[in-house]
């Protein structure tokens, strides 16, 4: 079966440290890999995506994730955190190796970025 | 500009009264889908459509119907709400190559 896992429920970072967001995933064949972040009262807005190519994707707001096909993980990572990034961020896999359609999602992790 | 459009925001009504949520998207995407977001448990898919007339179940539909008569709308139907339907609902859609677009949320609450 599809899944997703982000281990941490909540991450505590203080701003101007690094930051990392945990997402391992299991899928059969190709995985299509993402991750979005949703602000108090709004939608989902996309960050970034792993398709094929490079391991490292960089995505929106200075976010880039690693996909690590041996540990079949995709971890969310910001050099620098602002107290700005302060969200609930949700890893995503496609089901079936394929599309962006149907979509499974990890439970989410509360980042809380400190000043 | 681009965008996936949820009405309405927020809802209150009662066990067993039918209610429809709308969804409609400005971008021409084939793709549109359905999910509910509750707490711990991230968002789980409740139907999902490819094309006009053609749909297909998520991993939850019991107690949910949907339509998709034209491209650009795509409607969430309860017939009989009931209290664990509560919860925040998303719809989004997706071209052939893009990732998804999601709208800004319904918010749910039936007592």
């Known amino acids: 079966a599809q899944s997703v896992a982000q281990p941490e429920d909540q991450v505590n970072v203080a701003e101007g440290n690094p930051l990392t967001v945990k997402c391992t995933y299991s899928?059969?064949?190709?995985?299509?890999l993402f991750w979005y972040v949703q602000y108090p009262n709004r939608g989902l807005q996309f960050l970034l995506k792993?398709?094929?190519?490079?391991?490292l994707v960089k995505g929106s707001y200075g976010f880039e994730a690693e996909f690590n096909k041996s540990q079949t993980s995709f971890h969310l990572k910001k050099p620098s955190a602002l107290v700005s990034d302060s969200a609930l961020y949700f890893c995503?896999?496609?089901?079936f190796g394929g599309g962006y359609n149907k979509l499974i999602f990890g439970a989410g992790t509360r980042l809380a970025v400190h000043p | 500009e681009a965008q996936v459009t949820q009405n309405p925001r927020y809802l209150i009504t009662v066990t067993g009264k039918k209610l429809t949520v709308t969804c409609s998207q400005n971008?021409?995407?084939?793709?549109m889908s359905w999910y509910r977001q509750d707490p711990g448990l991230g968002l789980r898919q409740i139907y999902y459509?490819?094309?006009?007339?053609?749909?297909d179940k998520g991993d939850v539909p019991e107690g949910y119907k949907v339509s998709r008569k034209e491209k650009r709308n795509f409607p969430l139907i309860l017939e009989s709400p009931s209290p664990n339907q509560t919860s925040l609902y998303f719809c989004?859609?997706?071209?052939?190559?893009?990732?998804?677009?999601f709208g800004q949320g319904t918010r749910l609450t039936v007592v």
């Open positions: 459509s490819m094309n006009v007339e053609v749909t």
């Open positions: 971008m021409n995407h084939e793709y």
């Open positions: 792993y398709i094929t190519g490079d391991n």
């Open positions: 989004a859609s997706s071209g052939a190559n893009t990732e998804a677009f």
């Open positions: 899928v059969s064949g190709n995985p299509y």
């Open positions: 995503a896999v496609s089901a």
